[in-house]
């Protein structure tokens, strides 16, 4: 990337580590022209499922939405706003994790038809 203080396009990347529990990559560069370092945070862009809704609708998944939502129920409790992004993201995560599972039973259904498929043509 080029570097922010001058506009160079070539900068070295001189460390590199993990950071946010292992879901980042934190990496430290420097300018080869002006010398100047920066941190750039690497991390993966999740693009969510669609939400089916109660009419059957269906509706990209919104965070700020849902944090409305939880910011409404949770109003009149005592909940700090450190357990509800921790709910929010572990919504996020089993929202993620539930559909992988369900691509991956309908391969695999579909895996079993074609190797019985199979079986039937060649035997
Ligand atoms: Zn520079």
Redesign the pocket.
């Given at each position: 990337m080029y570097?922010?203080?001058?506009?160079?396009q070539e900068?070295k990347v001189v460390d590199s580590r993990l950071a946010g529990d292992g879901y980042q990559t934190r990496r430290r560069r420097e300018?080869?022209?002006?010398?100047?370092r920066f941190t750039t945070f690497e991390s993966a862009e999740l693009v969510l499922p669609k939400l089916i809704k109660r009419d059957e609708s269906r509706e990209p998944f919104n965070e700020s939405k849902l944090r409305a939502g939880i910011l409404v129920a949770t109003e009149k409790r005592p909940i700090s706003s450190e357990s509800i992004e921790e709910l929010i993201s572990r919504i996020e995560i089993h929202h993620l994790q539930q559909t992988v599972a369900l691509k991956f039973q309908s391969f695999r259904k579909k895996m079993n038809h074609e190797s019985v498929t199979t079986k039937r043509t060649y035997v």
């Open positions: 570097c922010p203080f001058c506009g160079h900068t300018c080869i022209a002006c010398g100047e």
